[in-house]
């Protein structure tokens, strides 16, 4: 017992040293105004929670060195986009940054959805023949349906003084308007609700410099091309209320040029939409490791896939192309001529006496005899339609082809454009066999509809295959900065290192 007695001192100096806490009774810390949490699972003891107690192992010094440490090691770990240009020498802090943020890209993607939802509602206009409704444009007053009687019976009266109700509609009354009359509405209220739901948030994200100065730029383009689109919108409408805008003798319809140049902004729109939303996030997932990101943009930039990206290229303005003489297909109603395939009448194709009309021509000399019949005579467009259509399948199955027999393009293609020709074949398909089925049954309403979106879902997938394979010089600039300065931390981490040792 001496013995021990006598060593004590020594044990309590190699003891370490405990908080006072630790010691403290129950009540005690109860007085003192610690939580105390207790809990009756399974005959457990009353357990602490510490939230006052401060142990000498976590005073702030031990408590900042820990903390920082795991940020280190994090930072090492999975490098933020932001360090990594900071790292490689780009001021992204009180300028515009190098590459837009994630949020802009799903805004993008949000307002294409939009716009692809309004060309269809769109189509659904045309085909029911709702487009001649409203005979005014009134951007701001216009967005109020007739909330009265009074206010119908003026509406319907100005409808029954355009040439549609005179030459077509005079049997119709009231409630049919009245039908017709808000497909209209709900296509203009949509339309101003895609310009205000894009152009308040791409204000705040280049307010709030949440995207790069070349995609502020593009945002800027972006909402100048929705705000034409409703000038063309009214100019379309407009040539169906005059006789004077029409070819005397037709019933009242609107131009198919017009047609035409409204859904072609609307499909430029889109495009332009979706392109930017997948380049963004494109940008991001390449960025997340700058050393794979780098080695993907290498493998793209081989010379023997040069020409699968131009054929992709080429294929997404061959459908661009025949969407556009689709336009003057349904502007023309002519696909309700000839609704058989693929014989037109007795052959291939009608006799060319047929096709190439001196009807349509209006110069004595004849000199606009071909380019009026093909943008004109229902016949020659129905025909360019279709050799266009056969001419982008037959282009997509090649491309499909090309993909699988030839070995070089098939070992380095990457796995996600592969994905992506599997999708252009699928929807190719569907979109072929809802053409034809619109033309054998006479344009029903829900099958020229889904033909319609089909077309969008085509180019969406022939964009969305482009993105997969398109080579971003301006990611992979910054890529090059980001591996560059992650190498030099790694050499002088490693440098440290060795000093230390």
């Given at each position: 017992?001496?013995?021990?007695?006598?060593?004590?001192?020594?044990?309590?100096?190699?003891?370490?040293?405990?908080?006072?806490?630790?010691?403290?009774?129950?009540?005690?810390?109860?007085?003192?105004?610690?939580?105390?949490?207790?809990?009756?699972?399974?005959?457990?003891?009353?357990?602490?929670?510490?939230?006052?107690?401060?142990?000498?192992?976590?005073?702030?010094?031990?408590?900042?060195?820990?903390?920082?440490?795991?940020?280190?090691?994090?930072?090492?770990?999975?490098?933020?986009?932001?360090?990594?240009?900071?790292?490689?020498?780009?001021?992204?802090?009180?300028?515009?940054?190098?590459?837009?943020?994630?949020?802009?890209?799903?805004?993008?993607?949000?307002?294409?959805?939009?716009?692809?939802?309004?060309?269809?509602?769109?189509?659904?206009?045309?085909?029911?023949?709702?487009?001649?409704?409203?005979?005014?444009?009134?951007?701001?007053?216009?967005?109020?349906?007739?909330?009265?009687?009074?206010?119908?019976?003026?509406?319907?009266?100005?409808?029954?003084?355009?040439?549609?109700?005179?030459?077509?509609?005079?049997?119709?009354?009231?409630?049919?308007?009245?039908?017709?009359?808000y497909m209209e509405w709900i296509h203009r209220l949509w339309g101003?609700?895609?310009?205000?739901?894009?152009?308040?948030?791409?204000?705040?994200?280049?307010?709030?410099?949440?995207?790069?100065?070349?995609?502020?730029?593009?945002?800027?383009?972006?909402?100048g091309l929705i705000g034409f689109q409703g000038f063309l919108g009214?100019?379309?409408?407009?040539?169906?209320?005059?006789?004077?805008?029409?070819?005397?003798?037709?019933?009242?319809?609107?131009?198919?040029?017009?047609?035409?140049?409204?859904?072609?902004?609307?499909?430029?729109?889109?495009?332009?939409?979706?392109?930017?939303?997948?380049?963004?996030?494109?940008?991001?997932?390449?960025?997340?490791?700058?050393?794979?990101?780098?080695?993907?943009?290498?493998?793209?930039?081989?010379?023997?896939?040069?020409?699968?990206?131009?054929?992709?290229?080429?294929?997404?303005?061959?459908?661009?192309?025949?969407?556009?003489?689709?336009?003057?297909?349904?502007?023309?109603?002519?696909?309700?001529?000839?609704?058989?395939?693929?014989?037109?009448?007795?052959?291939?194709?009608?006799?060319?006496?047929?096709?190439?009309?001196?009807?349509?021509?209006?110069?004595?000399?004849?000199?606009?005899?071909?380019?009026?019949?093909?943008?004109?005579?229902?016949?020659?467009?129905?025909?360019?339609?279709?050799?266009?259509?056969?001419?982008?399948?037959?282009?997509?199955?090649?491309?499909?082809?090309?993909?699988?027999?030839?070995?070089?393009?098939?070992?380095?293609?990457?796995?996600?454009?592969?994905?992506?020709?599997?999708?252009?074949?699928?929807?190719?398909?569907?979109?072929?066999?809802?053409?034809?089925?619109?033309?054998?049954?006479?344009?029903?309403?829900?099958?020229?509809?889904?033909?319609?979106?089909?077309?969008?879902?085509?180019?969406?997938?022939?964009?969305?295959?482009?993105?997969?394979?398109?080579?971003?010089s301006r990611t992979a600039k910054f890529l090059q900065m980001a591996?560059?300065?992650?190498?030099?931390?790694?050499?002088?981490?490693?440098?440290?290192?060795?000093?230390?040792?």
């Open positions: 017992m001496a013995a021990l007695g006598t060593s004590l001192p020594l044990w309590r100096s190699l003891a370490p040293r405990l908080s006072k806490d630790l010691f403290t009774c129950r009540q005690c810390l109860r007085n003192q105004g610690y939580a105390v949490k207790s809990t009756r699972r399974f005959g457990a003891m009353p357990s602490l929670q510490p939230t006052k107690i401060r142990s000498p192992l976590f005073t702030v010094k031990n408590r900042q060195f820990f903390t920082s440490s795991w940020r280190n090691n994090a930072a090492a770990a999975t490098p933020a986009l932001d360090s990594i240009l900071a790292e490689s020498g780009v001021k992204a802090k009180k300028s515009f940054p190098k590459i837009s943020d994630k949020s802009v890209a799903y805004f993008l993607l949000a307002s294409a959805a939009s716009v692809f939802g309004i060309v269809v509602f769109g189509g659904l206009t045309r085909l029911t023949e709702s487009g001649l409704s409203i005979t005014e444009w009134r951007p701001v007053t216009g967005s109020m349906p007739p909330m009265n009687a009074e206010d119908w019976e003026e509406e319907f009266a100005k409808y029954r003084a355009s040439p549609e109700f005179k030459q077509l509609n005079s049997h119709m009354n009231l409630d049919d308007f009245k039908s017709i009359y101003r609700f895609v310009g205000m739901s894009f152009v308040v948030p791409a204000v705040y994200f280049v307010a709030r410099k949440k995207v790069s100065t070349p995609m502020a730029w593009r945002l800027f383009g972006i909402a009214w100019w379309m409408v407009k040539s169906g209320l005059k006789d004077d805008l029409f070819a005397p003798g037709s019933h009242p319809r609107v131009s198919q040029y017009r047609l035409t140049a409204h859904l072609g902004a609307a499909f430029t729109c889109y495009v332009a939409m979706l392109w930017n939303g997948l380049a963004i996030l494109r940008s991001h997932r390449l960025m997340a490791d700058a050393a794979s990101g780098l080695k993907q943009l290498e493998a793209l930039r081989d010379p023997r896939l040069a020409i699968f990206r131009r054929s992709v290229a080429g294929l997404a303005l061959l459908v661009f192309t025949t969407v556009m003489s689709g336009g003057l297909v349904a502007g023309l109603d002519a696909g309700l001529i000839y609704n058989e395939f693929p014989y037109m009448g007795n052959g291939l194709a009608p006799p060319s006496s047929e096709l190439w009309d001196a009807h349509y021509s209006r110069h004595e000399d004849r000199s606009d005899l071909w380019w009026r019949n093909m943008l004109e005579n229902p016949s020659l467009v129905q025909l360019d339609h279709r050799i266009l259509a056969m001419t982008t399948f037959t282009s997509i199955m090649a491309l499909f082809a090309y993909s699988r027999r030839s070995p070089t393009v098939k070992r380095l293609l990457p796995p996600a454009a592969r994905k992506g020709v599997h999708g252009v074949v699928g929807f190719a398909c569907m979109q072929v066999g809802l053409g034809i089925s619109t033309l054998l049954y006479l344009v029903p309403t829900p099958l020229a509809s889904a033909h319609q979106a089909g077309s969008l879902f085509l180019l969406t997938w022939v964009l969305v295959l482009g993105s997969r394979v398109w080579h971003p591996a560059k300065a992650r190498s030099q931390q790694l050499s002088s981490a490693t440098a440290s290192a060795v000093k230390r040792v």
